[in-house]
């Protein structure tokens, strides 16, 4: 499956990953 996954990070704040299985 390819698409973006959203992740928050208390540190670096949030944004997106690449994501490819």
Same mark, same amino acid.
């Given at each position: 499956?390819? &698409?973006?996954? +959203?992740? /928050?990070?208390? *540190? +670096? &704040?949030?944004g /997106?990953?690449?994501? *490819?299985?």
């Amino acid at each position: 499956m390819t &698409g973006r996954v +959203k992740w /928050f990070s208390a *540190e +670096k &704040g949030y944004g /997106f990953l690449e994501r *490819e299985d």
